[in-house]
Every structure is written in C-alpha cells, then in structure tokens.
C-alpha cells in the first residue's frame, strides 16, 4: 500500500473496467473508484461493482466505493439544420415549442428556467462557450442577446448562474439509480446539482444510514447556504467543472480554498475533482500547471483528489493513478505541507472522542509514535482523529465491512476490518498485531490506542493506551 495521506479516487469507464486495470489502479494507488451514473447501463455497473469487490477479497483490504448521480441536465432543444451560428449582439429566442430552431428561435424545454430568469440574467451554452443575456421574457419565451460569437447546435448543455432553479436534485433517472446503488452496496453517494441544503434533506431521506452521502459544490447558489450544506452533508466535493463555467474562472481558486478549509474545519471529508492531470487523457505526463494543481489541494489538506476522464476514458489510466501518487507522496514529503495544512484551525467538538484527539497531538509532540489505532465501531472516532491531521498514520479497526469501505475517503487512515476486542489487554494486543501486519511498528516508537469502553458502543470514545512492541519498555 502507498505511505500516502490524501486518498485518490479514480472514476471506472471503458478505459479502466476490465479487471486487470482495476487491480493496476489499486496497485498504482487507487483507494476508493467512482461510478459515474451519467454514463453506463445498471448492467455495466453491476459488473464493474462485483469486479471491485472481488479484487477486495483479493487483496486484502477494503477498496471504497463512490457512486456520483447525474442530476438534472439542462439542454438546448434541436435545429432544422443541426446549429446556427450567432455573432455578438444577435437575437434569438427561446422558447417552450419543441419544434426544431432556426435563426431565429429555438426550443427550451425547461419551463422551471423560463419562470426563474428575468431581463439582465445569463445564460450559458456549452459549458460557457456561448454566453447569452435575457433581454426580455413572456410568459413562454425568452428574447435572448448573444454576448459572444459562436454557434448553438442541438442539445447543448444550459447552465444559469444566476438564479436558483425550483427544481430538486433528484430526477427520476436519479432516484432509480440510487435504489439500484444502495441495493448493491455503495458506500459513499455524490449528490450533484446541489442549490440548498433542503436538496441533502430529500437525499437523505432516501439513502437513510445505507451510504454516507457527499454534496457536490457546482452550483453558485450552493456557496450562499454553504454552512448549512456542510453540517447536513457527511462529506463535500469541489466540483470545478460546472463550478468553473458558472463562476468566472479567476474565483474558482479561492473558492476552492474556501470551501476545502470550511470542511476541514467543520471535521468533513472534501473531495478537489475534475480536470487534475487532464492532459493525461492523452499524454503520458502531465502539464507541470496539473501537477502544481495537485499538490496544491494536498498541501491545503483535502482528504482526497479525484480523477475523472483520466481513468474512465483516457489513453494512460494507469500512469495517470501513479502520477497523482507521486504528485502526492512528493508534496507530503515536504516540510512546508505540514505548516500549511496545520494553518486550518480544527475547532474540537465538546466530546470524548476530540478530548482524544486532542490528547494525541499532545503525545505526539512529546513521544515518538509510529501509529494510532482507532477502535471504532460507526467510523466516527477515525474521522475525528483524522480531522486533527496527527503526523503517525491512523490505523482504523472496526467489526463493519461497510465501515471500513467508508472510510477508505478519509484523510491518513488506513481502514481494516477486525473484530471487536473483549478487554483492555486484548485491545491492545489486536492493535499491535495489526500494526506489524501493516509496517507500522517500529524500535523505541510508541503505539496510540483508542477505544470506546464499553467496547463496540458508537459515540463512545474515552479510552487512550500507549503500548509499545514487545520486548520494548513502556
């Protein structure tokens, strides 16, 4: 397994499906892969599921898994001639007929975007390659003024960043996707098209305890609520793409910045996604802009980064996995991450668990450690204890499965399946049995171990043993 902190999700597609490049991913650094339900039939996701669990059996260790809803695409209708082509300052119209265009008018079949927007809102076409302004609405039209040269053709995608859209993030697509991912075991749901914090509500109300549940931050009607999306979400997601056409592109970094540190801060995991070693589609390295976006995000302390079209359809998946762990081990192997990282003021909750937290780090500055070892029973003492970013790997042991596939996302944790220790002593004997089993003893460094006494009781955490390998002194 790589010594690495910030975990790696790599998307499946035709590029990486077969088995052999999945066990390649996992060996070049993959921790957790993502299902991407805009594309691929329930047949192919089974497949590529049973494929992923099967090479967990294989190797030993539990391999997360993200399934990522499509939400709601908004789209151009069609044209007579397939596309027209608009200079700066034209008009065209767009309405609620689904007649094919021409110059002159095309279809919207989105009446939610008709009633929202109002004479000054832009609309984007194309992920931004056409920017069009409303210069006047009727009740099913809008006369629209092109800002920029280009060309409108079939079935375009629409963003409106404007306004938030009365339309929930669940379309019926989504929640048949969803049944069809909780009845196979996913562990982790990406939320997409998040405008408020009520969409998580209804999300939540469908997945219940069955996965945990990730909201992606795309939309920029999601940053005016962003507090209340955190504290409802189990885990965020930097979503740049349609972040990034939505927003001016010189806001994204910043924003990035902000939310990452809002989630840290608030002890969730974040996700930085899309476009990371883009070039890497095509090329065998990456752009030396790429790899500095990388590390970036490493050196701000995001659990994890995430690749998309890399893995799922470029030429060089593989290489593209072992980059970013590069990218990574590299920037974590600098002093100056650290310092940057530990600027984040991680706010301790009023609990045992972050009282052991903040015991550990307190050891820590006093004791040599090799590793800490969290008992846990619902996940929640590893996040917490990773939340503090200790400089000793986490090693989480909990008796679920389903527990120790969460926590694959998790910043420096590195998630087994053991069963629940008896007493004290015997805690303490499975903690350093696995330690050795995972390299993670060493001459004259000390053992953290946490647990909840009673054992196996969640929220529980009140109990911190140093425990040396045998034959040392305490």
Request: charged share 25%; aromatic share 4%.
């Amino acid at each position: 397994m790589n010594a690495k902190n910030t975990k790696i999700i790599a998307t499946v597609g035709p590029a990486s499906a077969d088995e052999a490049t999945l066990r390649a991913l996992v060996q070049a650094g993959a921790d957790v892969f993502r299902l991407n339900f805009s594309h691929g039939s329930h047949d192919d996701h089974r497949a590529v599921y049973q494929r992923i669990r099967a090479l967990e059996t294989a190797i030993g260790r539990p391999i997360g898994i993200l399934m990522d809803l499509q939400g709601p695409k908004l789209r151009l209708g069609t044209f007579a001639e397939g596309g027209v082509t608009l200079s700066r300052r034209d008009r065209i119209r767009f309405d609620l007929d689904r007649a094919p265009g021409d110059r002159r008018r095309v279809g919207i079949p989105h009446p939610e975007i008709v009633a929202a927007v109002a004479p000054g809102h832009v609309l984007l076409v194309d992920d931004g390659k056409m920017r069009l302004v409303v210069v006047e609405r009727g009740d099913d039209w809008l006369e629209m003024e092109a800002l920029t040269d280009g060309r409108l053709s079939d079935r375009k995608g629409v963003n409106v960043p404007d306004v938030a859209l009365p339309l929930s993030a669940l379309t019926d697509k989504d929640r048949r996707d969803l049944a069809f991912g909780l009845e196979l075991g996913v562990d982790w749901v990406a939320l997409s098209f998040v405008q408020r914090p009520e969409d998580l509500v209804e999300a939540r109300e469908l997945i219940g305890e069955r996965a945990l549940l990730m909201a992606k931050i795309e939309k920029p009607s999601a940053l005016t609520a962003l507090d209340d999306i955190i504290a409802l979400a189990d885990g965020i997601m930097v979503a740049r793409g349609d972040l990034g056409v939505e927003l001016p592109a010189e806001d994204v970094p910043g924003l990035q910045k902000r939310i990452v540190r809002l989630a840290r801060c608030a002890g969730k995991p974040v996700v930085v996604a899309t476009q990371m070693l883009e070039s890497m589609i095509g090329a065998p390295a990456p752009t030396r802009a790429e790899a500095s976006d990388v590390a970036t995000a490493v050196f701000d302390g995001a659990d994890a980064v995430m690749l998309s079209a890399e893995t799922a359809a470029g030429r060089y998946p593989v290489e593209a996995v072992d980059m970013m762990t590069r990218i990574i081990t590299r920037t974590e192997a600098d002093p100056l991450q650290r310092q940057i990282m530990e600027a984040v003021g991680t706010t301790p909750r009023h609990t045992g668990t972050d009282a052991i937290g903040t015991a550990i780090r307190a050891v820590a500055a006093s004791l040599p450690l090799s590793a800490t070892v969290a008992f846990t029973a619902s996940g929640g003492t590893a996040l917490r204890i990773a939340h503090q970013r200790p400089r000793s790997p986490i090693l989480s042991l909990t008796p679920s499965l389903a527990v120790a596939r969460r926590l694959t996302l998790a910043w420096g944790v590195r998630s087994r399946r053991a069963a629940d220790a008896g007493a004290v002593e015997e805690m303490v004997a499975v903690a350093l049995e696995h330690c050795r089993r995972e390299g993670l003893t060493a001459p004259g460094r000390a053992v953290i171990v946490t647990a909840g006494v009673p054992f196996g009781t969640p929220g529980s955490t009140n109990l911190l043993r140093l425990a040396w390998p045998a034959g040392e002194p305490a």
